[in-house]
């Protein structure tokens, strides 16, 4: 035999050797098909310890599907157990993916960059929602993942998908229109920014953040003002009030910093007549407010507008005729834009050309009717045919006009009476009638003493009014006997004649 002939020999002797090799049950196919991750217990606490077994596992899964395939196009395996190198393979890849989505989603991370509060020109309260992606993985999950792998690239770790944002209060109710916002995708350094409306005005909310695969977060934050106004936000729940002249209202005003340079202010009420006295007060020290600061732990503080109307309606104070006027907050360094001109007529673009913060305010003067009854006799002693007439004066001392004034009267029984006039129907302020009243007794009616009510009652501005009760007190006596009078007048007379003609007799003996 030659040496060519004994290397072809030799090289098919080898070929048939390693096949039977690679057919046996322990040879390397067989091998190849153990190839897998090994269940560790302790993978579940260590994650990243199973994503590092994970991977090792598919990169020599992934080495021996390419050595088996490359033996196939060789014709020295079959097809079938290329077949089970490529499932082993398929399996370590799931098995790496897996792990890949475990340490991902307990990764991922939203959090709040920023919660600015602002008020829009029509004054609804807003904000202004920035949230970041701030997970892409951490240092040592780059280390061991290379961030070059097509596999990691193919899971978008710098992305979280699907997160739900919504507003809170402290009893958990959703206080934010859109009631749920929803960012499909939130890019690891590509921060976004949703504007809320504040259907509650609180300065503290709780943000609940629903993402990934279902991650949930509600940190508890406190608002920041937007100090680029440079203004305090003033508002007034009662900015409309029906005041009675004579009387007094109060103004309940809430003051929000909205300022990074200013923090002392100096409040001004500007179109209100002279002839109404006012004042700011505390509500907190009680005392009154002229200037005020904020601090640094506080950018919201309480205040009242004192104000009392006169005694009288005048030319700028009229019945039922609405008054607006502004209160002002204007910082110290603008006092002098105000200058002068705080008892002129300002408009509301002059206002707004000031820069500063306001609340248009409403006062409606409101008169009262007072009814006033006066009797000049409240005693009155009669016979038993006789009839007890007296009169009354009605007098409206209040602000306002009185309709339908009626005369009511409670009598002993059986007894009457009759009202002149039975009704006035309209009584000017400061005006007044007079009412005639006759009460006549029953026959028959005993000696004794009687009393009488009169009550009054009217309308004003569909309002019911009514006058002070009157008791009357009628006295019956009885009737004087004429002639037992005179004849007992008689009787004395003629005693006392007796006596007199006695006596002369007497003394002329």
Same mark, same amino acid.
């Not at 009631?179 to 509650?200: M, S």
């Not at 910093?257 to 200013?262: A, E, P, V």
């Not at 009638?433 to 004003?460: D, N």
């Given at each position: 035999?030659?040496?060519?002939?004994?290397?072809?020999?030799?090289?098919?002797?080898?070929?048939?050797?390693?096949?039977?090799?690679?057919?046996?049950?322990?040879?390397?196919?067989?091998?190849?098909?153990?190839?897998?991750?090994?269940?560790?217990?302790?993978?579940?606490?260590?994650?990243?310890?199973?994503?590092?077994?994970?991977?090792?596992?598919?990169?020599?899964?992934?080495?021996?599907?390419?050595?088996?395939?490359?033996?196939?196009?060789?014709?020295?395996?079959?097809?079938?157990?290329?077949?089970?190198?490529?499932?082993?393979?398929?399996?370590?890849?799931?098995?790496?993916?897996?792990?890949?989505?475990?340490?991902?989603?307990?990764?991922?991370?939203?959090?709040?960059?920023?919660?600015?509060?602002?008020?829009?020109?029509?004054?609804?309260?807003?904000?202004?929602?920035?949230?970041?992606?701030?997970?892409?993985?951490?240092?040592? !999950?780059? =280390?061991?993942?290379?961030? @070059?792998?097509? *596999?990691?690239?193919?899971?978008?770790?710098?992305? +979280? %998908?699907? #997160?739900?944002?919504?507003?809170?209060?402290?009893?958990?109710?959703?206080?934010?229109?859109?009631?749920?916002?929803?960012?499909?995708?939130?890019? !690891?350094? =590509?921060?976004?920014?949703? @504007?809320?409306? *504040?259907?509650?005005?609180?300065?503290?909310?709780? +943000? %609940?953040? #629903?993402?990934?695969?279902?991650?949930?977060?509600?940190?508890?934050?406190?608002?920041?003002?937007?100090?680029?106004?440079?203004?305090?936000?003033?508002?007034?729940?009662?900015?409309?009030?029906?005041?009675?002249?004579?009387?007094?209202?109060?103004?309940?005003? +809430?003051?929000?910093?909205?300022?990074?340079?200013?923090?002392?202010?100096?409040?001004?009420?500007?179109?209100?007549?002279?002839?109404?006295?006012?004042?700011?007060?505390?509500?907190?020290?009680?005392?009154?407010?002229?200037?005020?600061?904020?601090?640094?732990?506080?950018?919201?503080?309480?205040?009242?507008?004192?104000?009392?109307?006169?005694?009288?309606?005048?030319?700028?104070?009229?019945?039922?005729?609405?008054?607006?006027?502004?209160?002002?907050?204007?910082?110290?360094?603008?006092?002098?834009?105000?200058?002068?001109?705080?008892?002129?007529?300002?408009?509301?673009?002059?206002?707004?050309?000031?820069?500063?913060?306001?609340?248009?305010?409403?006062?409606?003067?409101?008169?009262?009717?007072?009814?006033?009854?006066?009797?000049?006799?409240?005693?009155?002693?009669?016979?038993?045919?006789?009839?007890?007439?007296?009169?009354?004066?009605?007098?409206?001392?209040?602000?306002?006009?009185?309709?339908?004034?009626?005369?009511?009267?409670?009598?002993?029984?059986?007894?009457?009476?009759?009202?002149?006039?039975?009704?006035?129907?309209?009584?000017?302020?400061?005006?007044?009638?007079?009412?005639?009243?006759?009460?006549?007794?029953?026959?028959?009616?005993?000696?004794?003493?009687?009393?009488?009510?009169?009550?009054?009652?009217?309308?004003?501005?569909?309002?019911?009014?009514?006058?002070?009760?009157?008791?009357?007190?009628?006295?019956?006596?009885?009737?004087?006997?004429?002639?037992?009078?005179?004849?007992?007048?008689?009787?004395?007379?003629?005693?006392?004649?007796?006596?007199?003609?006695?006596?002369?007799?007497?003394?002329?003996?």
């Amino acid at each position: 035999m030659g040496v060519r002939s004994f290397k072809a020999s030799f090289k098919r002797n080898m070929a048939v050797m390693c096949l039977a090799f690679f057919s046996l049950p322990g040879g390397f196919v067989q091998l190849s098909g153990q190839v897998g991750t090994p269940f560790n217990q302790r993978d579940n606490d260590f994650p990243l310890l199973g994503l590092k077994r994970a991977k090792e596992a598919y990169e020599l899964a992934m080495a021996e599907f390419q050595r088996n395939k490359d033996l196939f196009d060789r014709k020295l395996i079959s097809e079938l157990e290329l077949a089970r190198s490529r499932n082993t393979f398929a399996d370590a890849e799931v098995n790496y993916q897996q792990s890949l989505l475990t340490i991902l989603f307990e990764g991922q991370y939203v959090a709040v960059k920023e919660a600015l509060k602002y008020q829009d020109e029509a004054g609804r309260k807003h904000v202004k929602l920035t949230l970041a992606n701030t997970s892409g993985g951490d240092a040592e !999950f780059k =280390k061991l993942v290379n961030v @070059d792998d097509k *596999l990691f690239r193919s899971l978008q770790p710098d992305i +979280v %998908n699907d #997160v739900y944002v919504s507003l809170l209060n402290d009893e958990n109710a959703i206080i934010s229109q859109p009631y749920e916002a929803k960012i499909e995708r939130l890019i !690891f350094g =590509k921060p976004q920014t949703i @504007d809320f409306t *504040l259907l509650q005005d609180i300065d503290a909310v709780t +943000v %609940n953040l #629903v993402f990934g695969s279902g991650s949930q977060r509600s940190p508890k934050i406190y608002l920041q003002k937007d100090a680029t106004a440079n203004k305090v936000i003033v508002q007034s729940r009662q900015f409309s009030q029906e005041v009675e002249i004579g009387a007094e209202a109060s103004f309940d005003l +809430v003051l929000e910093l909205f300022s990074g340079l200013n923090n002392t202010f100096k409040l001004e009420v500007v179109n209100l007549p002279s002839q109404i006295n006012r004042y700011f007060h505390d509500p907190v020290s009680n005392a009154r407010l002229s200037q005020f600061k904020f601090t640094e732990s506080a950018n919201s503080r309480s205040a009242e507008l004192k104000i009392f109307l006169p005694d009288r309606p005048t030319e700028e104070v009229a019945m039922d005729k609405p008054i607006p006027f502004y209160v002002l907050v204007v910082p110290r360094g603008k006092l002098a834009a105000l200058g002068k001109n705080r008892n002129k007529k300002w408009s509301l673009s002059e206002i707004k050309a000031l820069k500063i913060g306001f609340v248009k305010l409403e006062l409606v003067p409101r008169g009262v009717g007072r009814l006033l009854v006066r009797a000049p006799q409240l005693y009155h002693a009669i016979k038993s045919n006789e009839s007890v007439v007296m009169n009354i004066e009605i007098v409206n001392e209040g602000t306002r006009v009185l309709n339908n004034i009626e005369i009511e009267v409670d009598l002993p029984l059986n007894w009457s009476d009759e009202v002149q006039p039975a009704l006035i129907s309209k009584l000017g302020i400061h005006e007044e009638k007079s009412i005639r009243l006759t009460f006549t007794p029953p026959e028959g009616v005993s000696v004794g003493r009687y009393e009488a009510r009169i009550r009054s009652s009217s309308l004003s501005d569909d309002q019911p009014i009514n006058g002070e009760d009157k008791t009357v007190t009628i006295e019956v006596e009885a009737e004087a006997n004429i002639l037992g009078a005179a004849l007992l007048v008689g009787l004395i007379l003629g005693l006392i004649l007796g006596i007199v003609i006695y006596g002369v007799r007497l003394a002329r003996r």
